[in-house]
T-cell receptor, first 110, second 107 residues
Framework: ETGVTQTPRHLVMGMTNKKSLKCEQHLGHNAMYWYKQSAKKPLELMFVYNFKEQTENNSVPSRFSPECPNSSHLFLHLHTLQPEDSALYLC?????????FGPGTRLTVT | GIQVEQSPPDLILQEGANSTLRCNFSDSVNNLQWFHQNPWGQLINLFYIPSGTKQNGRLSATTVATERYSLLYISSSQTTDSGVYFCAVGLGNDMRFGAGTRLTVKP
């Protein structure tokens, strides 16, 4: 499955670092999403972008900052994270509601 | 918000057995999808099925929207079917995931 790619696949960062996650979709979809998957918890929807406009922000802390420069690229900028932010971060894209996921970035905050 | 319950939480099968996974949801939805997450974390879309019945090989799914549930059937299970199966429901792009059913198929 190469329709949605994510980089990096693994990231270890300290609580004072700033890093960014990148997602790219090659499917021509008009919506993109960030999800968080923590151990033993359901996937949590973080952000939704439709045609580059943010349409959902599910009470995500400001230390997570999304950016969608065009309909094919989505970034998640991270700063001053906490250890409880360690999780698998999944990007998805969709057309007419059907979602396709990238492989995820496994983030560890030390 | 919409509540999503999946059952059973864990399921262990012998290769070749059949199984039924259930997803109950609390409100009307216009989007329902089933996903399989493999051991490496990749989520694969199995079905987009807000209503009706669909089949794809050994897998089939049925959603009864008026009664707010969906079923995923796996027939003649194989070891490669192991992983976590998620149901996701919602309105448009706002999707809520269930906690998943962890399936283990033993050879």
């Amino acid at each position: 499955e190469t329709g949605v790619t994510q980089t990096p696949r693994h990231l270890v960062m300290g609580m004072t670092n700033k890093k960014s996650l990148k997602c790219e979709q090659h499917l021509g979809h008009n919506a993109m999403y960030w999800y968080k998957q923590s151990a033993k918890k359901p996937l949590e929807l973080m952000f939704v972008y439709n045609f580059k406009e943010q349409t959902e922000n599910n009470s995500v802390p400001s230390r997570f900052s999304p950016e969608c420069p065009n309909s094919s690229h989505l970034f998640l900028h991270l700063h001053t994270l906490q250890p409880e932010d360690s999780a698998l971060y999944l990007c998805a894209s969709s057309q007419r509601g059907v979602q396709y996921f990238g492989p995820g970035t496994r983030l560890t905050v030390t | 918000g919409i509540q999503v319950e999946q059952s059973p939480p864990d399921l262990i099968l012998q290769e070749g057995a059949n199984s039924t996974l259930r997803c109950n949801f609390s409100d009307s939805v216009n989007n329902l999808q089933w996903f399989h997450q493999n051991p490496w974390g990749q989520l694969i879309n199995l079905f987009y099925i807000p209503s009706g019945t669909k089949q794809n090989g050994r897998l089939s799914a049925t959603t009864v929207a008026t009664e707010r549930y969906s079923l995923l059937y796996i027939s003649s299970s194989q070891t490669t079917d192991s992983g976590v199966y998620f149901c996701a429901v919602g309105l448009g792009n706002d999707m809520r995931f269930g906690a998943g059913t962890r399936l283990t198929v033993k050879p």
